[in-house]
């Protein structure tokens, strides 16, 4: 079983940064695409971003490039989302995503989620 671990979440005022980690236990993931999804209150979940293995690739909402930074460490799965200029419309459950299709934009696995929230 994979298990995905979210942590990083809280409140933040518009225009501040947060960094979220997301940590992997129980397969190797190194070559699995692995990113982020997040879900507003009463809204669908939606793809945010992505990485290719070995960070080779990057994939980004539109609503989030320039602001947001995927990156991986595969030695110790581990995704980060550095989220900078972050803006009300941003408030939702983050939820990390391995085995991402990124046609489709699904996923194989799935995380808890952390609850980041921007006040304006």
């Known amino acids: 079983q994979v298990q995905l671990v979210e942590s990083g979440g809280g409140l933040v005022q518009a225009g501040g940064s947060l960094r979220l980690s997301c940590a992997a236990s129980?397969?190797?993931?190194?070559?699995?695409?692995m990113g982020w999804f997040h879900q507003a209150p009463g809204k669908e979940r939606e793809f945010v971003a992505a990485i290719g293995w070995s960070g080779s690739t990057t994939y980004y909402a539109d609503s989030v490039k320039g602001r947001f930074t995927i990156s991986r460490v595969d030695a110790k799965n581990t995704v980060y989302l550095q989220m900078n200029s972050l803006k009300p419309e941003d408030t939702a459950v983050y939820y990390c995503?391995?085995?991402?299709?990124?046609?489709?934009?699904?996923?194989?696995?799935w995380g808890q989620g952390t609850q980041v929230t921007v006040s304006s």
């Open positions: 995503a391995a085995g991402i299709n990124t046609y489709t934009k699904s996923a194989l696995y």
């Open positions: 129980g397969r190797a993931l190194s070559n699995y695409i």
